[in-house]
């Protein structure tokens, strides 16, 4: 299985804040990463896909970068509604591994 | 609009048998693969399985497989995740999300969640 790891599992960060968590996977794939942000509360959503690819409705505020074992989520501009935790997954080969998450604290 | 809708929160005792179902709306329900993910309290999304409804076949996460089986009814949109014995460990949020069975596979809808809450 594909495992992943992402940094940091928490951090805290001010409104108007620059973002970025990283996620690392123990093999190598292509682009075959998704990020997703969950609320407290409630079920995830698809933020990027592809590593790079913005889902649809998803603000330009959030990006992806990497390739190979090493990803990134960025959000540019941190804003009220983005304190969540956010996952990684790899869908380059079954199981669908996610990575622990990264929550997003007020400073 | 895409729609999947969970049955509701379920309280079971150890050794009973559940079935939770996912019903996809909006869109060609055999189109799409269905994953479920499983998030045990406090902790992270943990995928263990899907299928593909077009033909109901199914692939498992090692770590679930043998203890709980994945299904479908294309005839009324629905997916199913279902234990035959269930354990206190299984306490948890259950999500079903469709996945993109082309391209990069990812879980772009995801439902509600289903509760289940193993207790004797």
């Known amino acids: 299985d594909i495992q992943m790891t992402q940094s940091p599992s928490s951090l805290s960060a001010s409104v108007g804040d620059r973002v970025t968590i990283t996620c690392r996977a123990s093999?190598?794939?292509?682009?075959?990463l998704n990020w997703y942000q969950q609320k407290s509360g409630k079920a995830p959503k698809l933020l990027i896909y592809?590593?790079?690819s913005l889902q649809s409705g998803v603000p330009s505020r959030f990006s992806g970068s990497g390739s190979g074992a090493d990803f990134t989520l960025t959000i540019s501009s941190l804003q009220p509604e983005d304190f969540a935790t956010y996952y990684c997954?790899?869908?380059?080969?079954?199981?669908?591994?996610f990575g622990p998450g990264t929550t997003v604290h007020i400073k | 609009e895409v729609q999947l809708v969970q049955s509701g929160a379920e309280v079971k005792k150890p050794g009973e048998s559940l079935r939770l179902s996912c019903k996809g709306s909006?869109?060609?329900?055999?189109?799409?693969?269905i994953s479920w993910v499983r998030q045990m309290p406090g902790k992270g999304l943990e995928w263990m399985g899907r299928?593909?409804?077009?033909?109901?076949?199914?692939d498992y996460n090692p770590s679930f497989q043998g203890h709980v089986t994945i299904s479908a009814d294309k005839s009324i949109s629905t997916a199913y995740l279902q234990w035959g014995g269930l354990k206190a460990s299984d306490t948890a949020m259950y999500y079903c999300?469709?996945?993109?069975?082309?391209?990069?596979?990812?879980?772009?809808?995801w439902g509600q969640g289903t509760l289940v809450t193993v207790s004797s």
């Open positions: 999300a469709r996945q993109d069975p082309s391209g990069w596979f990812p879980l772009g809808y």
């Open positions: 909006g869109y060609s329900f055999t189109s799409y693969w």
């Open positions: 299928i593909d409804p077009g033909d109901s076949r199914a």
């Open positions: 093999q190598s794939f292509s682009r075959f």
């Open positions: 592809a590593a790079s």
């Open positions: 997954q790899q869908t380059y080969s079954s199981p669908f591994t």
